[in-house]
């Protein structure tokens, strides 16, 4: 019983990860309606920007943070802006082979500056946090909090914020809102500047538990699409508990099965999750139509 609470607490603090990812990635998607594969690959480059400012020009780690999710905000924009925004009238399929392009671009991007190359956080080793026999590292309580201050954040603002209201409307009928007055074009900007800025924590966090490569953020890939269908599209509590179930479990499948089974144990469960609701633990009937 030990092992398999222990095994809990690993899996919420990956699952705390793969939620920070995935819902940038389900904003987006609520939005803009298609799903931007280049999402995680801005999960990298926060990361590398921040080893960047912390390793190489000695900034202290929670400035170069900062300054990684800034990094990455930006170049979230400025895809939407010179890629996204330009096709968004074309089909959803058009604009994820787009996004695949912008993907690829980055990830070669990340291996020309900083090469292929394994790289580390030059971080201190921490002693754990001990509790009722159980165990959890001062970086996987940090994450823990900062997912759950974030999410915090994110369901107040979207549900009783004036911004909020304008990213419901423009999610629903784009039209209908701005013959109401929404500046749609602003909410949908500031929408992708704070998916970006999402996927840019996510990725430093990753990067504090897992060396550095140019695919960092690919990894988080499928988790994060899978925490999206399985929390419902659109949902931020459905992403976030979506996220922590199949961090959960596939913590649990490495223990009790195999490490290469991870993957199947987490979408076998998404299967079964989504016999029973097709829209996904949160999300609504007619998102699955």
Do not use: C
């Not at 999402?39 to 170069?64: E, N």
């Not at 399929?93 to 990830?107: C, E, P, Y």
């Not at 913590?251 to 490490?259: F, Q, S, T």
């Amino acid at each position: 019983m030990q092992l398999f609470i222990q095994t809990v607490i690993d899996g919420i603090s990956t699952g705390a990860i793969i939620a920070l990812v995935a819902v940038g990635l389900s904003l987006v998607f609520r939005i803009s309606r298609f799903v931007n594969v280049a999402h995680v690959d801005l999960a990298t480059i926060g990361a590398y920007v921040t080893l960047l400012f912390a390793s190489s020009l000695a900034t202290p780690f929670p400035l170069a943070a900062l300054i990684g999710i800034a990094a990455v905000a930006a170049t979230g924009f400025g895809a939407y802006k010179l890629v996204y925004r330009r096709l968004r009238s074309e089909r959803a399929i058009t604009l994820i082979i787009a996004s695949v392009g912008v993907s690829f671009f980055l990830r070669y991007l990340v291996t020309f500056i900083w090469s292929s190359n394994q790289q580390a956080f030059d971080l201190p080793l921490l002693r754990a946090y001990r509790f009722a026999g159980f165990r959890i590292s001062p970086y996987d309580l940090m994450i823990i909090l900062a997912t759950l201050a974030v999410f915090a954040a994110l369901h107040i603002t979207l549900r009783y914020t004036a911004f909020g209201r304008s990213l419901r409307a423009v999610s629903d009928n784009p039209s209908l809102a701005r013959v109401a007055g929404v500046a749609s074009e602003r909410v949908v900007s500031l929408m992708w500047l704070i998916g970006a800025g999402l996927a840019g924590l996510g990725g430093i966090l990753l990067g504090i538990k897992a060396v550095l490569t140019p695919y960092l953020g690919w990894q988080l890939l499928l988790p994060a699409f899978a925490a999206v269908i399985l929390g419902g599209v659109g949902s931020v509590t459905g992403t976030l508990a979506g996220a922590l179930i199949i961090g959960i479990v596939g913590e649990l499948a490495a223990i009790y099965w195999l490490p290469t089974y991870r993957v199947a144990a987490v979408f076998a469960m998404i299967v079964l999750v989504l016999l029973i609701r097709p829209q996904g633990l949160f999300g609504a009937k007619a998102v699955a139509k």
